[in-house]
């Protein structure tokens, strides 16, 4: 672990802070705080300094805390809302589906505050708990499914219309008899969505080299899919939901609030 640099509050009577700075002496004078690192001497509280900047080496500010009202219901944490003159990245996790997160990107001015849909980008839905979290949806079972290099390229026999899109993500499971537990298996992203009226079959075919992607086998499967995360927000679910916010800008930034819309959610 490296080391660190922690304040002590008087008046919260706590250490509240961490920095990733860590000087050879460190000293408070005239309401200035100064540092020594290497025999140079360093003025940290100047208005005329690069923010994130210790010693020549840029950093990232960072703050960590959590949602936690109603702690005894299940809910959809779905946006993320920041009081302040800059917007931040995200990092959101939960005790039920982890991996939301918003680029700083993404965020828009509204009101003076910075709003922003949370995002789960989860390619493991066996392994995150995404199924069973109604991330994945269910298209039905295929009548033809085929491998080559780089694609797959699946049939349905009906019009899927705009249910899938380009961009969303494909899985399939095994639903032949006796069936206990559908275990979804990721077998690529989406590339294009066809349907012939004549023979009423949609044709759907994916990238299977992205990661994670399996090849699916020679026969027909039950085929499931999650959306694509930029493009539609499925939030995170949970009983709580711990954010951390990073940002790293060389300009000096004011946060006051962070506040997130969750609704509770019904099974």
């Not at 805390?65 to 990092?91: H, I, M, R, Y």
């Not at 085929?146 to 349905?156: L, R, V």
């Not at 559908?182 to 009226?197: D, E, K």
Request: net charge negative; aromatic share 14%; hydrophobic share 35%.
């Amino acid at each position: 672990m490296s080391n660190v640099t922690v304040t002590f509050s008087e008046s919260s009577k706590g250490w509240p802070s961490f920095y990733t700075y860590y000087p050879d002496y460190i000293q408070g004078m005239n309401q200035f705080l100064y540092t020594f690192k290497g025999g140079n001497l360093y003025q940290h509280n100047s208005d005329n300094v690069s923010r994130n900047n210790y010693y020549g080496v840029q950093a990232e500010s960072k703050i960590t805390s959590v949602f936690n009202e109603s702690p005894l219901d299940n809910k959809k944490f779905k946006t993320l809302v920041l009081e302040g003159d800059d917007s931040w990245s995200a990092q959101l996790s939960t005790d039920l589906q982890t991996n939301g997160f918003i680029n700083a990107s993404y965020f828009e001015q509204k009101e003076s505050d910075w709003f922003a849909f949370v995002r789960n980008n989860s390619t493991n839905p066996a392994g995150e708990n995404q199924y069973a979290m109604r991330s994945l949806t269910g298209i039905g079972d295929s009548t033809s499914a085929n491998n080559d290099a780089t694609t797959a390229t699946i049939s349905f026999n009906l019009n899927l219309g705009s249910i899938i899109s380009v961009g969303d993500q494909l899985f399939f499971a095994d639903n032949t008899p006796p069936v206990t537990t559908l275990t979804p298996q990721f077998c690529g992203q989406i590339t294009s969505v066809t349907y012939s009226a004549a023979l009423n079959t949609s044709t759907v075919i994916v990238d299977n080299q992205v990661q994670g992607a399996v090849p699916i086998p020679s026969q027909n499967f039950y085929f499931l899919y999650i959306k694509d995360a930029v493009a539609e927000s499925q939030g995170v679910l949970g009983h709580y939901c711990l954010f951390e916010l990073t940002n790293d800008s060389t300009a000096a930034t004011e946060l006051f609030a962070v506040k997130s819309e969750a609704f509770k959610s019904y099974p």
